[in-house]
């Protein structure tokens, strides 16, 4: 119980758009036999951003452990690594890391995308240093970072982007992804979020205000090769890996339809995957923080890095329904 309201409480940090501070937090106090690594460089002589904080045993591991990997949100231009959510996975037999990326002020796409490659390649490169079994790596992440956690799971192995960072002999694949709201289609995105009447996206589009439009720097819905180059739902096949999607139908910043359409494709190519709506809530909230839904999480992991026999399926809606917010 107290692992869940800890893995709670830290996942509360993550469900607000505006709630990413860019600035470095003081770093975590770590449970006994573990250390930390930070700031490390997974690109050799590269941009500054592009670091990762891992912790993992004080004493090498008789056996590998699964390695679960968090990708922060924050629009593509901002946010921090220093909010690690998976921390109090430890004690459950992980190994856990928090990866940086270039912001898109600094380098548009393919660049986000290319670095949380490179930083795959480099985590498998250090697999022994760091405990890690490098056959059982997850990767999670919310809003931007849910989008980049996706393209991580459908784009890899495919060297749809050039690889950057060395580790070239190294796979940029992962074996489980837990995508929280993030985009995934940013040809449709546009249509979806005006074909939805119970909710305004608050975007004004293809401006600068419009943290898609600065990513690609092209015409969100208009500019269809570069639109599909970065959304994940483009490389979609059998060989992905498993997906459990968490998604609110009340979000004014990524429209519920995105989380949907991944969910289609991905069981039209094969793959199993889990898309848990939930009624009511917006670009985070209460919801996301019920222990049915952190039970959920927990166990898809589990079933997929460490094969814990676990059934992962929807849950109801009666069991992650709120109030709907009402629309300003």
Same mark, same amino acid.
């Not at 860019?22 to 490390?40: H, I, S, T």
């Not at 019920?290 to 992991?301: C, M, Q």
């Given at each position: 119980?107290?692992?869940?309201?800890?893995?709670?409480?830290?996942? +509360?940090?993550?469900?607000?758009?505006?709630?990413?501070?860019?600035?470095?937090?003081?770093?975590?106090?770590?449970?006994?036999?573990?250390?930390?690594? #930070?700031?490390?460089?997974y690109v050799p002589d590269?941009?500054?951003?592009?670091?990762?904080?891992?912790?993992?045993?004080?004493?090498?591991?008789?056996?590998?452990?699964?390695?679960?990997?968090?990708?922060?949100?924050?629009?593509?231009?901002?946010?921090?690594?220093?909010?690690?959510?998976?921390?109090?996975?430890?004690?459950?037999? #992980?190994?856990?890391?928090?990866?940086?990326?270039?912001?898109?002020?600094?380098?548009?796409?393919?660049?986000?995308?290319?670095?949380?490659?490179?930083?795959?390649?480099?985590?498998?490169?250090?697999?022994?240093?760091?405990?890690?079994?490098?056959?059982?790596?997850?990767?999670?992440?919310?809003?931007?970072?849910?989008?980049?956690?996706?393209?991580?799971?459908?784009?890899?192995?495919?060297? +749809?982007?050039?690889?950057?960072?060395?580790?070239?002999?190294?796979?940029?694949?992962?074996? +489980?992804?837990?995508?929280?709201?993030?985009?995934?289609?940013?040809?449709?995105?546009?249509?979806?979020?005006?074909?939805?009447?119970?909710?305004?996206?608050?975007?004004?589009?293809?401006?600068?205000?419009?943290?898609?439009?600065?990513?690609?720097?092209?015409?969100?819905?208009?500019?269809?090769?570069?639109?599909?180059?970065?959304?994940?739902?483009?490389?979609?096949?059998?060989?992905?890996?498993?997906?459990?999607?968490?998604?609110?139908?009340?979000?004014?910043?990524?429209? #519920?339809?995105?989380?949907?359409?991944?969910?289609e494709l991905l069981g039209?190519?094969?793959?199993?995957?889990?898309?848990?709506?939930?009624?009511?809530?917006?670009?985070?909230?209460?919801?996301?923080?019920?222990?049915?839904?952190?039970?959920?999480?927990?166990?898809?992991?589990?079933?997929?890095?460490?094969?814990?026999?676990?059934?992962?399926?929807?849950?109801?809606?009666?069991?992650?329904?709120?109030?709907?917010?009402?629309?300003?």
């Amino acid at each position: 119980m107290r692992t869940s309201l800890r893995f709670a409480a830290a996942l +509360a940090l993550l469900f607000c758009w505006s709630g990413f501070a860019a600035a470095q937090k003081a770093r975590p106090n770590l449970p006994k036999g573990f250390v930390g690594e #930070y700031d490390v460089k997974y690109v050799p002589d590269g941009d500054a951003a592009q670091a990762l904080d891992i912790v993992y045993p004080e004493t090498p591991s008789d056996k590998p452990l699964p390695l679960l990997v968090w990708i922060h949100g924050g629009g593509w231009s901002g946010g921090s690594k220093s909010e690690m959510p998976y921390l109090s996975q430890l004690a459950r037999g #992980y190994v856990v890391c928090s990866v940086e990326y270039r912001f898109s002020q600094k380098a548009i796409f393919p660049a986000q995308i290319q670095d949380c490659q490179a930083a795959i390649r480099f985590l498998r490169a250090n697999a022994k240093k760091y405990s890690i079994d490098p056959e059982k790596i997850g990767v999670g992440g919310a809003s931007a970072g849910g989008h980049l956690a996706a393209l991580v799971g459908t784009s890899g192995g495919k060297k +749809a982007f050039p690889a950057i960072g060395g580790n070239e002999d190294q796979s940029d694949r992962v074996q +489980a992804v837990c995508d929280i709201f993030g985009p995934t289609d940013f040809y449709t995105v546009i249509k979806q979020a005006e074909a939805d009447k119970n909710v305004k996206n608050i975007f004004k589009w293809n401006t600068d205000g419009d943290p898609y439009h600065k990513l690609i720097a092209a015409k969100v819905g208009e500019d269809k090769e570069k639109c599909e180059a970065v959304s994940p739902v483009k490389y979609v096949s059998k060989d992905n890996p498993p997906f459990l999607i968490l998604h609110g139908d009340h979000d004014t910043l990524v429209p #519920y339809a995105q989380s949907e359409e991944l969910q289609e494709l991905l069981g039209k190519a094969g793959v199993e995957s889990t898309l848990q709506k939930l009624p009511g809530a917006g670009h985070g909230g209460a919801s996301f923080l019920l222990p049915g839904v952190i039970k959920l999480a927990t166990s898809f992991f589990d079933k997929h890095l460490k094969g814990v026999d676990a059934k992962i399926e929807a849950l109801p809606e009666s069991e992650v329904s709120i109030k709907p917010a009402t629309p300003k």
